[in-house]
C-alpha cells in the first residue's frame, strides 16, 4: 500500500507561500503567457508588408517588457495566493484568469488571423480587464494591485498600438 495521499487545498497553499511559489508562479506566467508566440507572431511576410506606425517601438522591446510584465504578473499572484483566502481570493485570482485569456488572444487574433480589427477589440477588452484585476488585487495586497500597474499602462500602449497599425494599414 502506498503511503502517498491526495494533496487537499491546503497542501497546495503551503507549497505556494514559500519564495519557491513565487519563482514556480512567475515561471507559469511567463510560459503561459508567451505560448502563442509559439503558434504566430511578427515573422511572417504579412507583418513584415504593414506599414509600422510610427510608435512603434523596435521589436526587441516587446520580449523584455512582456517577461518583466509576465514576471510582475506572476509576483503579484502569489502575493493573493498568501494574502487571501476564499471568496474574494477566487474572485480576484477569477477576473485574473479572464483578463490573461484575453491578453493571450490578442497574439492568435493579430498574428494568427491578421486581424487588426479583431486585435483592437481584444486590446480594448484587455485594458478594463487588467484594470478590475489591479483593484481585485489591491484589495487583497496593495503590493499585487500596484505590480498590475505598469501591465495596465502596457495595455493601453497596446489599444493605441493596435489602432495606429489600423489607421496605416
Do not use: H
Not at 1 to 18: E, F, K, N, P, T
Not at 100 to 118: D, R
Amino acid at each position: 500500500m502506498s503511503s502517498r495521499r491526495v494533496l487537499d487545498r491546503a497542501d497546495w497553499d503551503d507549497r505556494l507561500d514559500g519564495p519557491l511559489g513565487a519563482v514556480a508562479l512567475v515561471l507559469v506566467v511567463n510560459a503561459v503567457g508567451a505560448a502563442p508566440a509559439l503558434l504566430a507572431g511578427p515573422d511572417t511576410a504579412w507583418f513584415a508588408a504593414l506599414e509600422k506606425p510610427g510608435i512603434y517601438p523596435p521589436s526587441a522591446t516587446f520580449a523584455v517588457v512582456w517577461t518583466t510584465l509576465f514576471t510582475l504578473q506572476g509576483v503579484a499572484v502569489w502575493l493573493v495566493v498568501r494574502g487571501a483566502v476564499g471568496r474574494e481570493r477566487r474572485l480576484a485570482l477569477g477576473v485574473f484568469a479572464a483578463q490573461f485569456l484575453v491578453n493571450v488572444a490578442w497574439t492568435p487574433a493579430f498574428f494568427g488571423l491578421q486581424s487588426i480589427p479583431l486585435a483592437l477589440v481584444v486590446a480594448g477588452l484587455l485594458v478594463p480587464l487588467v484594470a478590475a484585476a489591479a483593484y481585485r488585487f489591491w484589495l487583497i495586497d496593495r503590493r499585487a494591485g500596484a505590480l498590475l500597474v505598469p501591465y495596465l499602462a502596457w495595455a493601453g500602449f497596446a489599444v493605441l498600438l493596435t489602432y495606429r497599425f489600423l489607421v496605416v494599414n
